[in-house]
């Protein structure tokens, strides 16, 4: 199998994956950075797309519809983001800000229908905790399975330094419903400070699939199938952008039995009570 980490090189567009490579059949990812007069676009084609700010202003367009100056956060570390959802048969604009510079990551994957495009806002997006102790995690999902797409979904988690997330492993591998539903994902990784790293992990049950990956700032991963358990280095915080695609759409994992244990952990190893409310994992 091809190897897994996705770099891309240094430039103000970086391409990691496009639908219908090795090893990913459905989903694609780009970011680009732009400045004051900069802009990055795409024709119309058979891909819905989700543009999501991971930090700075923008302008985009999309088919006639443009949402001006959006975005609030600075980083992915400080707070949710803005996102546009761009249908199939759809051209589609992004320009820089006239001050400063924006990032933004661009996912892809085939489409059989045509919705409209619309805005995500950082006040629609619910954010839930999952785990505990060094485990704990911060996730929300911009688009998410309650919006209007025809294979994406996309969220973001957040980590403390030296956090493990994707805890307990899970995969999503088979169609098995409804206790396991296959997903292809991608996980594109930002660290605070930016000269962070962490470690990306994905093994299958028979071990064919038996990796580690040391990641960096601006370092993707394909998680075409396989657990894949994730962890930040000391003293540096993690972000990551996690992008699934699937005719199905939804979120039905299948936990490593051999750690599902810590699904219970607050009974089995007898932690003090949650101040949040149990989420996804």
Known sequence: MKDLLLRSPEGPIRVYARP????LQLIGLETATLGPGMTHSGEADELERCILLIGGHCTVA??????????????PFDGLPHAIYVPRDSAWEVRGPDIGEVTVAITSAPAENRHEPYHMLPEETDTVYAGRKNWRREISYPLHTGRIADKLLVGEIRTA???????????????????????????????????????QFLYTDDREIDNAYLVRDGDAVALPRGYHPAVAGPGYAKYY?????????????????????????????????????????
């Open 20 to 23: 219908g490579g090795n090893p």
């Open 62 to 75: 999309v088919e006639g519809k443009e949402w001006k100056d959006i975005g609030e956060r600075p980083t």
């Open 161 to 199: 330094a030296g956090h493990w997330s994707s805890s307990p492993p899970h995969r999503h591998e088979i169609t098995n419903m409804p206790d396991e539903v296959f997903m292809e994902e991608i996980y594109y990784f930002k660290f605070r400070p930016a000269s962070g790293f962490g470690a």
């Open 241 to 281: 952008m996690c992008m699934l695609a699937g005719d199905n759409r939804m979120l039905a994992p299948r936990y490593d039995p051999d750690h599902a244990w810590l699904l219970d952990a607050d009974r089995l190893i007898d932690l003090s009570p949650d101040p949040h409310p149990p989420g996804m994992i």
